[in-house]
């Protein structure tokens, strides 16, 4: 074999061996790296796995904000435009963190309580004692009053006295889980800018702490000094 030809053969060699060295790194790189928190990454995180790019990272964070944690890596598919061939190329690379069970409550409480402070009339009329009329009354109070921040303060709506209250007490629930709640659980608790912090969380990712929540645009700080303690 010539030198000429000998030449021609690495010449013709040396892509293909590039190629494999990028796609071995690549691998690797995935591989090695820990798997993404889809219910706490960010776009810029989202947009790094493979067949997601900017477009379905957003679609992706949208859903996530408008309906709340993704409690399976399986619930990718309501989002649009990842089908099952995506959701197969992705899943070794994410995971839904404990998205499938709710922080600091019980699993059996969880089922059966209610938040007072996102809850709406139907969603009320599960606590003990409580009906139609009543609920409404809660709702009234408040739109007017903003969250309750202590469980007895139910007993300042007409209708509810201290024996209901200790009656559904073990029912109710009254924080907020900033980085769980979506934009209607955040409107409904008394949020003035319940989009902007959507939306300021699905760019940017989780909240560190409630504080994190005056760098939304629209921030009120006199409110959320106010409900802090309900923050988690």
């Known amino acids: 074999m010539n030198l000429k030809v000998k030449r ?12 494999m060295v990028l796609l071995c790194l690549c691998s690797t790189a995935y591989a090695s790296s820990e798997k993404i928190n889809v219910n706490t990454a960010s776009v810029k995180e989202l947009d790094r796995l493979p067949g997601i790019g900017p477009s379905k990272a957003r679609a992706i964070v949208q859903h996530r904000s408008e309906n709340g944690a993704f409690r399976t890596v399986n619930e990718l598919r309501k989002v649009h435009g990842i089908g099952p061939k995506i959701l ?4 070794p690379y994410v995971h839904v963190g404990d998205g499938s069970v709710e922080r600091s409550i019980p699993t059996s409480r969880a ?4 938040n007072i402070n996102t809850g709406d009339a139907i969603a009320l ?4 004692g409580i009906g139609k009329v009543t609920s409404n009354r809660i709702v ?4 007017m009053h903003g969250p309750f921040l202590r469980i007895e303060d139910l007993a300042r709506v007409k209708g509810i006295g201290p024996k209901t209250v200790a009656n559904f007490r073990d029912q109710i629930v009254l924080d907020l889980d900033i980085n769980r709640a979506n ?4 409107q409904t608790f008394g949020f003035g800018n319940a ?3 959507a939306e300021y969380r ?3 990712g989780s909240f560190r702490n409630p504080e994190d929540l005056l760098k939304v645009p629209g921030a009120d700080e006199h409110f959320i000094n106010r409900v802090k303690p309900l923050l988690r």
Do not use: G
């Not at 021609?8 to 190629?19: D, E, F, G």
């Open 195 to 197: 989009r902007q912090i």
């Open 183 to 186: 934009q209607r659980d955040f």
């Open 202 to 204: 699905r760019d940017r």
């Open 8 to 19: 021609r053969i690495s010449n013709l060699l040396w892509p293909l061996v590039s190629v």
């Open 111 to 114: 089922q059966n309580s209610v």
């Open 140 to 143: 009234a109070y408040r739109e």
């Open 125 to 128: 009329r599960q606590l003990r």
């Open 88 to 91: 197969e190329k992705i899943r």
